[in-house]
């Protein structure tokens, strides 16, 4: 018979062994995160230097509750705004920021859970206040939440009216603004989704502000307000 063996001589690695493997994961994850950040935000420092934006870092929560207006950016507690870049893009003003809220839930033993989310906001002044209007792909959600009975405002264009979902409570300015040369431009980015609450046109999506794609996500809010018709702001 050959002899017993504990299950424990079987592992080739103790469990303080395997503790201490454990802390220097996290630590190493956690350097690396922090790393990515700093470089994030030397990029994007370098980015507004070269197109002469204004950059100011730091947690912000004041500023973040000027745009609670909009939709995605009046949820959740401990909302704020990182990373400001404001200034001009192609001759519109814009600004550009991270934001951060977190949302609390309980579990079935009872311990609260807060999770962290992150945003990025690109906004650009129009000038003079306009209905609030949401333009987004069509999905899931938003065919729940027709079935809820929350209209959606349907146009000639088929393809258009199954591809995304228009709301807005003056269906007058809805049309106006998704008149036939921005419905065949959203068609050839069939990804887009803005919106316009008061003065300000946005584009809200997840995650951080990314320094390689910033140009072009701002060429899109300026081509999006581009194909405001002019009468608007006759």
Known sequence: ??????????????????????????AAIVFLARHAEKARRAALAAFAESHQLT??????????????????????????ADNILTGSWR???????????????????????????????????????????????????SKIAQAAGYDDIDFESHEFSRRFCVRSAKKRF??????????EFLLSRPDTAFQVSNDLLAIVSPGVLAPDRLAAELDLLVDLRERFPNYLFA
């Open 1 to 26: 018979m050959l002899p017993s063996v504990a299950p424990e001589s079987l592992n080739p690695f103790p469990l303080p062994v395997l503790f201490a493997l454990g802390i220097l994961a996290v």
């Open 55 to 80: 950059l100011l870092p730091g947690r912000n929560p004041e500023f973040a509750r000027r745009f609670e207006s909009l939709r995605g950016l009046n949820t959740g507690d401990n909302r704020s």
């Open 91 to 141: 001759g519109q003003p814009v600004t550009a920021f991270d934001f951060r809220y977190e949302t609390t839930s309980t579990d079935e033993k009872g311990n609260r859970q807060t999770e962290r989310h992150h945003l990025h906001v690109l906004t650009l002044n129009l000038g003079r206040a306009f209905p609030a209007l949401q333009v987004s792909p069509e999905g899931l959600l």
């Open 174 to 183: 809805a049309y106006d603004v998704c008149h036939a040369l921005m419905i």
